[in-house]
């Protein structure tokens, strides 16, 4: 059984960083993309950054510059850093693992149960 297990949230000032961290257990995802999205209440979750299986990233526009996503395939860990964060950036940050490296929540089949990210301002 597939587990993804997030870790690093927690409470910063703006302008402060985070490093979140995403193991998964029960199989190997090297030829899987690791994405990380972020869910702010009420709002819909939205796609933060993803790294894709051939080592392409890409980012939504307002983290471009500030966020870096890497993955270590040994250790089945995505990671995010986070710098400069903004009080907008406040909200709960998902791990994702899918076939292709897409966008939208559906593409992704196994997820973390998140980690609360809160920025003060």
């Known amino acids: 059984q597939v587990h993804l297990v997030e870790s690093g949230g927690g409470l910063v000032q703006a302008g402060g960083s985070l490093r979140l961290s995403c193991t998964a257990s029960?199989?190997?995802?090297?030829?899987?993309?690791m994405s990380w999205f972020r869910q702010a209440p009420g709002k819909e979750r939205e796609f933060v950054a993803v790294?894709?299986?051939?080592?392409?990233?890409y980012y939504t526009d307002s983290v471009k510059g500030r966020f870096t996503i890497s993955r270590d395939n040994a250790k089945n860990t995505v990671y995010l850093q986070m710098n400069s964060l903004k009080p907008e950036d406040t909200a709960v940050y998902y791990c994702?693992?899918?076939?292709?490296?897409?966008?939208?929540?559906?593409?992704?089949?196994?997820w973390g149960q998140g980690t609360q990210v809160t920025v003060s301002s």
């Open positions: 994702a693992i899918g076939r292709f490296p897409g966008r939208a929540p559906l593409a992704y089949d196994y």
């Open positions: 790294f894709s299986e051939s080592g392409t990233t």
């Open positions: 029960g199989r190997t995802f090297n030829n899987y993309a």
